[in-house]
């Protein structure tokens, strides 16, 4: 690390999605940053354990991993699904040794004006997925609905 006055800053990857995961490790150690805050579609391609190591060999510290989310669909078996998704997305932070994962609630389904039912599922989505997310030791941050 350099002198420490990037200590607390935490480089998010999307900011610099045109760098490889070994690109952002190695240009992260050289400037001097010790966070990044990932996206699980490059760190799936890469490889989930393989992130953890590279990062972890490298001495960084993942501050987030984004996206889960998308709850507000209206067919229950694409809630299912996203359910689904979301279970693996607290295991893959949790895997990277992150205690965040940001969920984008999703919007309001095509032809739907009903903001009321959106956010009813989008709140019954993490009333199941909490208890799940707690015992992996992952926070549910969560980016307000928006149509």
């Given amino acids: 690390m350099t002198d420490g006055r990037l200590s ?20 992260c150690v050289k400037a001097g940053i010790g966070m990044v805050g990932l996206w699980r579609a490059p760190v799936q391609a890469y490889g989930v354990e393989r992130t953890a190591r590279l990062l972890a060999d490298a001495g ?51 032809g739907s004006r009903d903001l009321y039912g959106a ?10 997925l909490a208890p799940y997310a707690a015992t992996r030791g992952v926070r549910l941050a969560i980016e307000p609905l928006h149509p």
């Avoid at 501050?63 to 209206?74: D, E, I, N």
């Fill in 60 to 110: 960084l510290t993942v501050t987030s991993l984004c996206r889960g989310g998308f709850f507000t669909a209206l067919d229950p078996a694409e809630r299912a699904r996203a359910l689904d998704d979301n279970r693996a997305a607290i295991d893959e932070a949790a895997a990277l040794s992150t205690d965040t994962l940001v969920l984008v609630s999703g919007g309001l389904p095509p």
């Fill in 8 to 27: 607390r800053l935490s480089l998010n990857q999307e900011t610099i999605k045109q760098w490889s995961l070994p690109e952002l490790t190695e240009g």
């Fill in 119 to 128: 956010r009813e599922r989008v709140a019954d989505a993490l009333a199941e």
